[in-house]
């Protein structure tokens, strides 16, 4: 091979590199805010499914499983079966979207989800008379007497959403978690007021 040949091999090679370099840099940047971690079937409290550090979204099986979200902010999915799932620091969202029973531990600091009608509404807290609750609302409902309508804090961290804040009677979504100094208590994050279209 001649140097001619050599140089224009050389530059193929590096135009190559070049054009690989732009699609590197943008799939990098791509990358979701969270990571998904998909659970393998067979998980147990020696070996559990294990979130990262940082915000998950955990995707368990629809056999049991059990689960650590390992800090951060998490979305865990339990997908049925009766799983067990074991909090750390941070405020995790646990749902069972496919029935089965979901244990928890440490999970003070889960999201808690309400639907239902507002009862009353003033600067400080809201009431809701709720139908649907998940499963960290229903284990702070045991444990305080099932309440009904239950009662939430508004904080200044509440969040009012599509339309600012309802008035009573109407049909809501209420996200809350426990108060940090009093267990008893909840603190409203979201308030979602729902249009009534039939929107699901
Ligand atoms: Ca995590
Ligand atoms: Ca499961």
């Not at 409290?45 to 049991?64: A, E, F």
């Not at 509404?121 to 007497?145: E, H, K, M, R, W």
């Amino acid at each position: 091979m001649n140097a001619k040949a050599l140089r224009s091999t050389f530059c193929a090679i590096a135009s190559v590199a070049l054009l690989a370099v732009p699609a590197l840099t943008q799939s990098a940047s791509a990358r979701p805010r969270f990571h998904v971690v998909h659970c393998k079937p067979g998980s147990t409290v020696q070996h559990p499914c294990m979130g990262t550090r940082g915000n998950d979204k955990i995707i368990g099986t629809h056999g049991n499983d059990v689960i650590q979200t390992n800090g951060g902010h998490d979305q865990v999915i339990t997908k049925g079966g009766d799983d067990q799932v074991n909090c750390d620091d941070g405020e995790d969202r646990i749902d069972d979207n496919n029935g089965g029973t979901v244990a928890m531990s440490n999970c003070e600091n889960a999201i808690q989800e309400y639907e239902g009608t507002v009862t009353a509404i003033g600067g400080s807290s809201i009431s809701v008379q709720y139908t649907d609750v998940n499963d960290p609302a229903q284990a702070f409902l045991d444990a305080n007497g099932d309440p009904n309508p239950v009662t939430a804090n508004i904080t200044p961290d509440t969040k009012f959403e599509d339309g600012g804040a309802p008035a009573v009677g109407d049909t809501v979504k209420l996200e809350a978690v426990v108060n940090a100094t009093d267990a008893t208590q909840i603190d409203a994050l979201k308030v979602e007021t729902e249009d009534g279209s039939g929107e699901d």
